[in-house]
């Protein structure tokens, strides 16, 4: 696996795969990898003939500094996981000038407003940093596809409004949350979690579970009162939002509507720890 510390090592390397014709499969990260991102990687190698990897905190993302701070770091570990999986050729390691050569600042997107809903309502910012990163990204590693989990979805629709809003030459491939036994859905936060607490998390998911056959007979209503009574029972945890959504406009909805794809979306927050998930209804 070629490791990548430069632009224009990256530049290079691109150039040369390029000039065999080689299809690239390409999914960014933060680090702290874990089986969900080699679930993007697997997806990746089985439709390109190359696998590329980033790691990258990116800065303009976070509303909060203490986040930022706190995001767990060890390129080590991470580069350890992805040669030990097989899947990646090359990880692209950049430092903040190789992504803001001028100052570390977002640019400002017009998702049609995908970014007013849900996190974007809590986070203000948070994805033009998303698309800031992930577009410069596209343009110095020029893949032919690109993977993301389903479990950021509003931040997969935002990547897609992006794509298709700037012309950018690339497929983007939403892939399904990969689960720990538990249902607990996969994530770099988990980390931070006691192992009684990734335990008990796993309420979220069962909720969800249940919310998908509640939706079949009750309103929306009354689904989230359940979600609600669910979550005053629990100790350590606090329901920071239950919604359900239209799965293409990410816009609440209030009672089903005929013919439209539903999703519901959930953040809990377990002791520290912001825990998001969502599932097709």
Not at 233 to 254: R, V, W
């Given at each position: 696996?070629?490791?990548?510390k430069?632009?224009?090592?990256?530049?290079?390397f691109?150039?040369?795969?390029?000039?065999?014709g080689k299809?690239?499969?390409?999914?960014?990260?933060?680090?702290?990898?874990?089986?969900?991102?080699?679930?993007?990687?697997?997806?990746?190698?089985?439709?390109?003939?190359?696998?590329?990897?980033?790691?990258?905190?990116?800065?303009?993302?976070?509303?909060?500094?203490?986040?930022l701070?706190?995001?767990?770091?060890d390129?080590?570990?991470?580069?350890?996981?992805?040669?030990?999986s097989?899947?990646?050729?090359a990880?692209?390691?950049?430092q903040?000038?190789?992504?803001?050569p001028e100052?570390t600042?977002?640019k400002?997107?017009?998702?049609?407003?995908?970014?007013?809903?849900?996190?974007?309502k809590?986070?203000p910012?948070?994805f033009?940093?998303?698309?800031?990163?992930?577009?410069?990204?596209?343009r110095?590693?020029?893949?032919?596809?690109?993977?993301?989990?389903?479990?950021d979805?509003?931040?997969?629709?935002?990547?897609?409004?992006?794509?298709?809003k700037?012309h950018?030459?690339?497929?983007?491939?939403?892939?399904p949350?990969?689960?720990a036994?538990?249902?607990?859905?996969?994530?770099?936060?988990?980390?931070?979690?006691?192992?009684?607490?990734?335990?008990?998390?796993?309420?979220?998911?069962?909720?969800?579970?249940?919310?998908?056959?509640?939706?079949?007979?009750?309103?929306?209503?009354?689904?989230?009162?359940?979600v609600?009574?669910?979550?005053?029972?629990?100790?350590n945890?606090?329901?920071?939002?239950?919604?359900?959504?239209?799965?293409?406009?990410?816009?609440?909805?209030?009672?089903?509507?005929?013919?439209?794809?539903?999703r519901a979306f959930?953040?809990?927050?377990?002791d520290?720890?912001?825990?998001?998930?969502?599932?097709?209804?």
């Amino acid at each position: 696996m070629e490791i990548l510390k430069t632009k224009k090592t990256l530049q290079d390397f691109i150039e040369r795969q390029k000039e065999m014709g080689k299809r690239i499969g390409f999914a960014p990260t933060m680090g702290a990898l874990h089986n969900g991102h080699l679930s993007l990687y697997k997806a990746a190698r089985e439709e390109n003939d190359l696998v590329i990897s980033s790691v990258f905190v990116n800065p303009t993302q976070f509303n909060n500094l203490e986040d930022l701070e706190k995001y767990p770091r060890d390129t080590q570990k991470d580069i350890s996981i992805l040669e030990k999986s097989g899947l990646v050729d090359a990880v692209y390691l950049p430092q903040v000038e190789d992504i803001y050569p001028e100052k570390t600042e977002s640019k400002k997107y017009d998702y049609d407003g995908l970014e007013n809903e849900m996190e974007g309502k809590s986070r203000p910012g948070h994805f033009d940093g998303v698309g800031t990163v992930v577009e410069e990204l596209f343009r110095q590693v020029q893949p032919n596809n690109a993977y993301f989990g389903e479990k950021d979805f509003q931040q997969l629709a935002i990547i897609k409004k992006m794509t298709e809003k700037k012309h950018l030459p690339v497929t983007i491939k939403g892939i399904p949350i990969y689960r720990a036994e538990n249902g607990l859905a996969l994530s770099s936060r988990n980390q931070r979690l006691t192992e009684e607490r990734r335990n008990e998390s796993k309420i979220i998911f069962e909720t969800l579970e249940k919310t998908k056959e509640w939706f079949k007979n009750l309103s929306v209503s009354e689904i989230k009162k359940k979600v609600k009574d669910v979550f005053e029972h629990q100790n350590n945890m606090e329901l920071e939002y239950f919604l359900i959504a239209d799965e293409h406009t990410l816009k609440e909805i209030s009672q089903k509507e005929e013919g439209k794809s539903h999703r519901a979306f959930i953040v809990v927050n377990v002791d520290d720890v912001r825990l998001i998930d969502n599932m097709h209804l």
